[in-house]
């Protein structure tokens, strides 16, 4: 969707670099959702984020929402090869209304 | 506990034949959501319910498209007749009624139309 924009489209990074994902709007998110995707399967939620300058993280990967509720970055630390699929970045953009916009993606590859 | 569950995961089938796809959702859950997932268009919204009444099929391409939800537990999108260009991923989605909810994903249904 052109409302969220994610970058990069794809990332190739050496197994234990780390990385950052990002996801910008030019509106105000209402609630901020990461989910990872493989090949032919489901997406696999991460995180959610609600407020602004919010921070989370599970794991190795961080999620933080800016002060402005416009912008999410996903962070990887130290990447493993389970690691790699397609991330993408959703988003509430009403108020009220639940159906999420998702951005396009990141595929990222991790070379062991 | 089961998450959500799609059928069939694979389907194939011609031009002009009626598809129907099949989604329950996790129990409990009374959001439910039909996305659809293409190589050009990304991942987008065809339909949701609440509480089992739809609340915004604005994403619906066309009257082709229907969708419904009989009860809390099973809900269908049929496309009636199809066209090769409907032929992409559909994924249901579940979610508990209130705001910030996550959504949990089903494992979709690849759809190919020839």
């Known amino acids: 969707s052109q409302e969220l924009e994610q970058s990069p489209q794809s990332l190739i990074v050496q197994e234990g670099k780390n990385l950052t994902i990002n996801c910008t709007s030019s509106k105000t998110l209402y609630g901020l959702y990461w989910y990872k995707q493989k090949y032919g399967e489901g997406l696999i939620f991460l995180m959610m984020?609600?407020?602004?300058?919010e921070e989370k993280s599970h794991e190795k990967i961080t999620a933080k929402l800016d002060e402005k509720k416009q912008q999410s970055s996903l962070h990887i630390t130290a990447s493993q090869p389970s690691h790699a699929g397609i991330y993408l970045c959703?988003?509430?953009?009403?108020?009220?209304?639940?159906?999420?916009?998702f951005g396009s993606g990141t595929r990222l590859q991790v070379q062991p | 506990d089961a998450g959500v569950i799609q059928s069939p995961r694979h389907e194939v089938t011609e031009m002009g034949q009626e598809v129907t796809l099949r989604c329950k959702p996790i129990s409990g859950h009374n959001s439910l959501f039909w996305y659809r997932q293409t190589m050009m268009r990304g991942l987008e919204l065809l339909i949701y319910?609440?509480?089992?009444?739809?609340?915004?099929d604005s994403g619906m391409p066309e009257d082709r498209f229907s969708a419904k939800m009989p009860n809390a537990s099973f809900s269908t999108l049929k496309i009636q007749p199809s066209e090769p260009r409907d032929s992409a991923v559909y994924f249901c989605?579940?979610?508990?009624?209130?705001?910030?909810?996550?959504?949990?994903f089903g494992d979709g249904t690849r759809l190919s139309i020839l």
């Open positions: 984020l609600q407020k602004g300058g």
């Open positions: 989605a579940s979610s508990f009624g209130r705001i910030n909810q996550p959504q949990h």
């Open positions: 959703g988003a509430e953009m009403d108020t009220g209304r639940r159906a999420l916009t």
């Open positions: 319910f609440n509480n089992n009444v739809p609340i915004d």
